[in-house]
Nanobody, 122 residues
């Protein structure tokens, strides 16, 4: 069992930045998982945001965040990050850290964080 705890969310104005962090503990070595982020806005399905492969050589982003968000991982610290720049009101959602197989999709996630709120006002 891998436990994931997100931090760094909050309320910001459009155009501002936030950096989400996710601390992983327990279970199988963190090194072997693809890690990433999903989000869920009110009344909508959970959607993929970004992922980083298990060797950190490949990142993948949804079209809606490409060029604005950067996902990264630090395997020595068992941490996952999501740097979010130029935030828009449509980025408002609960953000979930996730680890699983590749490609990282809702149905390949092995473990989820509890989620953290990001609210962007225009």
């Amino acid at each position: 069992q891998v436990r994931l705890v997100e931090s760094g969310g909050g309320n910001v104005q459009a155009g501002e930045s936030l950096n989400l962090s996710c601390a992983a503990s327990g279970g199988r070595s963190f090194l072997y998982y693809t890690v990433g982020w999903f989000r869920q806005a009110p009344g909508k399905e959970r959607e993929f945001v970004a992922s980083v492969s298990d060797n950190a050589r490949r990142t993948r982003y949804s079209d809606t965040v490409k060029g604005r968000f950067t996902a990264s991982r630090d395997d020595d610290k068992n941490m996952v990050y999501l740097q979010m720049n130029n935030l828009k009101s449509e980025d408002t959602a609960i953000y979930f850290c996730a680890v699983g197989g590749k490609p990282l999709e809702v149905n390949t996630v092995a473990f989820w964080g509890q989620g953290i709120q990001v609210a962007v006002s225009s």
